[in-house]
């Protein structure tokens, strides 16, 4: 005894995945830079103004599909989960990087999802 199992549209399935694949390779840039960009602005605003130098040293940088928000100051781990002696967490970083996530899979879907 066999059995047998046709699958049909094949062809049409990997023709499918061929454009979906071209137009999340031409719209992902603009993805990752609209994540940046949110990135950035989320990390402006939750970060803490007592001097204004954390908000002013940073940084959003865009390199091909890679995109970061950043800050060379060497006390930021300190303000984003706190201390003991200078009190507790001012997170901006992790929110930042939240709403980073949360707009470039939006965008990454809205790219899938169009016909």
Same mark, same amino acid.
């Given at each position: 005894m066999s059995v047998k199992m046709k699958i049909s549209g094949l062809e049409e399935f990997k023709a499918a995945m061929a454009r979906k694949s071209k137009a999340l390779q031409a719209g992902l840039p603009?993805?990752? /830079? +609209? !994540?940046?960009? !949110?990135?950035? %602005? =989320?990390? #402006? #605003? @939750? !970060?803490p103004q007592r001097t204004g130098e954390l908000k002013g040293s940073l940084? /959003?940088?865009? #390199? *091909?599909? +890679? *995109? +970061?928000? @950043? =800050?060379?100051?060497?006390? $930021?781990?300190? $303000? %984003?989960?706190g201390t003991?002696?200078? *009190? *507790?967490?001012?997170?901006?970083?992790?929110? !930042?990087?939240?709403?980073?996530?949360? $707009?470039?899979?939006k965008k990454v879907l809205e790219i899938v999802n169009k016909k």
């Open positions: 603009d993805a990752v /830079k +609209e !994540a940046v960009d !949110a990135g950035y %602005e =989320t990390a #402006s #605003s @939750k !970060a940084e /959003k940088k865009i #390199s *091909g599909l +890679e *995109g +970061e928000v @950043k =800050t060379d100051l060497r006390y $930021v781990h300190f $303000v %984003e989960f003991k002696a200078h *009190g *507790g967490p001012q997170p901006f970083i992790r929110p !930042a990087q939240k709403q980073a996530n949360k $707009v470039l899979i």
